[in-house]
């Protein structure tokens, strides 16, 4: 099992920014991406950003393209996700999780998910 923190929501104005953590422990060992996802009120989840536990390769859905950026910290175990130029559509939930394996990419499923951080974006 893989345990999740997430952490670094927030309320912020259009415009602002925001880091948000994931640190990972456990079997980290059986990680093969880590995924940042986010589900706002009345909508599906969806994907946001992926990266390998390696940090070998990393995946953008394309509203994060160019104002999102995904990376490894290895100090920490951990996973950030840097938001910058946020808008009001990007106000969700935020969560991290975890894919023991491929097949695609990113990967279809992910088996270990963090409790979530809310993200507000409004003036």
């Known amino acids: 099992q893989v345990q999740l923190v997430e952490s670094g929501g927030g309320l912020v104005q259009p415009g602002g920014s925001l880091r948000l953590s994931c640190v990972a422990s456990g079997r980290t060992d059986t990680v093969y991406t880590l995924g940042w996802f986010r589900q706002a009120p009345g909508k599906e989840r969806e994907i946001v950003a992926a990266i390998m536990w390696s940090g070998l390769n990393t995946y953008y859905t394309g509203f994060a393209k160019g104002r999102f950026t995904i990376s490894r910290d290895n100090a920490k175990n951990a996973v950030n996700l840097q938001m910058n130029t946020l808008k009001p559509e990007d106000t969700a939930v935020y969560y991290c999780?975890?894919?023991?394996?491929?097949?695609?990419?990113?990967?279809?499923?992910?088996?270990?998910w963090g409790q979530g951080t809310q993200v507000t974006v409004s003036s």
């Open positions: 999780a975890t894919a023991p394996s491929g097949g695609s990419w990113p990967p279809p499923t992910y088996d270990n």
